[in-house]
């Protein structure tokens, strides 16, 4: 039973480049998360999908960042016209359907380390 | 007041001790609680769940207090293993976003 699955696990672009992250859920796991963490900083929520659904992208920035969940295929976080302060590592997690109340631990991806030159 | 609030440590202990980590929040209406391990440079893993009655987990207990807004967690029998950065996580009630905090570093020497 594979895990999450994040690729590339680092990626470098150039400013004004786009960066394309990619994710596979856990074999099940229908909810996708994406977090950003900087150096010395905590996760930060970015983004809640279901398959074709964004559920919350409160913590998404408004300008040059999207994430889809399609119906086949992995999660993609889009970063269009980095910039330095894209540089971070960026984690997906699944979590399985919710049931009930019941929250569900979430399973984190490696990670996809963004470097921008 | 940030929702979720960490000593960022680092705790620096011997081999074999017992180390106590506290993590406050700020949203009464918070419900359920994590303590995740992160290794430097690797995924975060979920190390426990925190139960209002508290639970135990071998060497590793973790406490709820709802009335001062704090969660612990409590290592005992400390191993060069335990070496890692340890993140409370909180979910407010009806939210599945769940909000980390910064982390506490641990430090275990021989």
């Known amino acids: 039973n594979a895990g999450v699955m994040q690729n590339p696990r680092h990626l470098v672009r150039r400013r004004g480049q786009e960066a394309r992250l990619r994710c596979s859920p856990m074999k099940g796991h229908s909810h996708v998360y994406w977090y950003r963490q900087l150096p010395e900083e905590g996760l930060k929520f970015m983004v809640y999908l279901q398959k074709e659904n964004i559920i919350d992208e409160s913590g998404m920035p408004k300008e040059r960042f999207s994430a889809e969940f399609p119906k086949e295929g992995p999660s993609i976080l889009r970063i269009q016209q980095v910039v330095r302060g894209d540089s971070a590592a960026y984690f997906c997690?699944?979590?399985?359907?919710?049931?009930?109340?019941?929250?569900?631990?979430?399973?984190f991806g490696p990670g996809t380390r963004l470097t921008v030159l | 007041r940030k929702e979720v609030e960490q000593d960022p440590g680092p705790f620096n202990v011997p081999e074999g001790a017992t180390v106590a980590f506290n993590c406050t929040y700020s949203?009464?209406?918070?419900?359920?609680f994590f303590w995740y391990r992160q290794d430097c440079r690797k995924e975060p893993k979920l190390l426990m769940s925190v139960y209002s009655s508290g639970n135990e987990d071998g060497r590793f207990t973790a406490q709820l207090n709802r009335a001062s807004q704090y969660i612990s967690l409590l290592i005992r029998d400390s191993k060069l293993s335990d070496s890692a950065t340890y993140l409370c996580?909180?979910?407010?009630?009806?939210?599945?976003?769940?909000?980390f905090g910064r982390g506490t570093s641990l430090i275990v020497h021989p």
């Open positions: 996580v909180v979910l407010r009630g009806g939210s599945y976003i769940p909000t």
């Open positions: 997690a699944s979590s399985p359907p919710i049931t009930g109340n019941k929250i569900n631990e979430q399973f």
């Open positions: 949203n009464s209406a918070s419900q359920s």
